[in-house]
């Protein structure tokens, strides 16, 4: 059974940092990709960051590109999103997600992905 486990949230101040790691288990993701994305209270889930295993190659949305950085460690099949300079709009819940396959130019799609984690919330204060 695959299972994605985020960890790493919490309260911060604006201009802060904090490291989400999202474990994985079950499978190893070893051609596929693995995202983040955010849900803010009334907003749809939304695309945050992906990296493709085989390439290590990363994607952002524009919101966060030069503040968060995606890595991972195939070893640990675990996935890190830093996340610096944050501010109150950054706060959500945040959720580790797994496609089983190479996606091309669909990383950022939530449907494109098949495994996901709880989330973990996030808050930044003003």
């Known amino acids: 059974q695959v299972q994605l486990v985020e960890s790493g949230g919490g309260l911060v101040q604006a201009g802060g940092s904090l490291r989400l790691s999202c474990a994985t288990s079950?499978?190893?993701?070893?051609?596929?990709?693995m995202g983040w994305f955010r849900q803010a209270p009334g907003k749809e889930r939304e695309f945050v960051a992906a990296?493709?295993?085989?390439?290590?190659?990363?994607y952002y949305a524009d919101s966060v590109k030069g503040r968060f950085t995606i890595s991972g460690d195939s070893g640990k099949n675990t996935v890190y999103l830093q996340m610096n300079s944050l501010q109150p709009e950054d706060t959500a819940v945040y959720y580790c997600?797994?496609?089983?396959?190479?996606?091309?130019?669909?990383?950022?799609?939530?449907?494109?992905?098949?495994?996901w984690g709880q989330g973990t919330q996030v808050t930044v204060s003003s």
């Open positions: 990296v493709s295993w085989s390439d290590s190659t990363t």
């Open positions: 079950g499978r190893t993701f070893s051609r596929d990709v």
């Open positions: 997600a797994a496609a089983l396959a190479p996606l091309g130019s669909r990383y950022y799609l939530r449907d494109e992905y098949s495994y």
